[in-house]
């Protein structure tokens, strides 16, 4: 059989799975541009008809829309701060060889595999109730008043329950560029007089650059969709103090029926997520390139 042969063959043997890949893809997404431009509410949908632009004006000009935007910039920069440095040490603390390195590394990664509305509910009942949650208590023994951390700080409790859920994931990419790298440069400097601190920064931290690089790539763009742990703990509350972009889309679809206007958000998200993984593909690709 021919080389072009070999091809056509291939070629069509891949084109059941692609062709389906692109109606899963197309499909949804044509049918939330045309929503977008649609005045339907799920209660009366006999009323619905086009009306253009409308729903994206009213969705972008909602009070709460800049607001989300800047919830869901602080809960990915939040989250990606605490996963990265947390995600260094740790893997630099197994890394080194202790008695039981096993089970160790096992509790480390276990919270990536708790589904995340389950993750959420054990933080907001057994860790974050005020009443007798595990906080609650420990402050109580130290003498001090309990504090609400749902209602008082929303935001800041769930950046550090996704940041607890992804963890996990930076510590073990951290940890396997960390078992790649050379000992003997490390032997080197330990050799000419160079103390610890010096040595993480000129040599570990230059070799794990472009795992961090591809931890933030990868968690901002999960990030960014983060939903069943707001949905689950606060509700976008108190007011919209914890409601994300994403939330704000589900509330105009499913707490205000206005299927039009989410539409139109869901299609603002899209872009966004969209400029934001096209920057960090251009920072990927100079990390890599350097």
């Known amino acids: ?57 009213n969705f972008v000009a909602s009070p709460a829309f800049l607001l989300s935007i800047a919830n869901t910039l602080i809960l990915v920069v939040g989250v990606l701060l605490i996963t990265v440095v947390l995600g260094i040490l740790i893997a630099l603390l197994i890394d080194q060889p202790l008695w039981g390195q096993g089970p160790v590394r096992i509790l480390v990664i276990s919270p990536f595999f708790i589904m995340p509305p389950v993750a959420a509910l054990i933080w907001k009942n057994m860790f974050m109730n005020p009443t007798n949650g595990l906080f609650a208590e420990a402050l109580k023994f130290a003498g001090l008043r309990p504090y609400d951390f749902l209602g008082k700080a929303p935001l800041a409790s769930i950046i550090l329950i996704v940041a607890w859920q ?103 998200a899209v872009v966004l997520a969209n400029i934001v993984a096209v920057f960090l593909m251009i920072a990927v690709g100079k990390n890599l390139d350097a």
């Not at 389906?20 to 009323?47: C, D, G, H, K, Q």
């Not at 472009?210 to 007011?239: C, D, H, K, S, W």
């Open 1 to 57: 059989m021919s080389t072009q042969s070999s091809r056509k063959a291939a070629r069509l043997m891949l084109a059941p799975s692609v062709i389906l890949l692109l109606v899963w893809m197309v499909v949804p997404l044509a049918v939330t541009i045309w929503f977008s431009f649609l005045r339907y509410n799920l209660l009366t949908p006999e009323r619905s008809g086009f009306i253009g632009f409308t729903n994206y004006t």
């Open 166 to 268: 992804w963890l996990p994931f930076a510590t073990l990419i951290l940890l396997t560029a960390l078992q790649s790298m050379s000992s003997e440069q490390l032997e080197a400097a330990e050799m000419d007089g160079a103390p610890p601190l010096q040595r993480f920064r000129f040599i570990i931290l230059p070799h794990l650059a472009r795992a961090i690089t591809v931890v933030i790539l990868i968690q901002t763009i999960f990030l960014l969709g983060i939903f069943g742990e707001i949905l689950v703990t606060t509700n976008g509350g108190p007011g919209n103090a914890s409601t994300t972009l994403t939330y704000l889309i589900y509330k105009e679809a499913l707490l205000g029926f206005n299927a039009g206007t989410a539409a139109a958000g869901g299609m603002v």
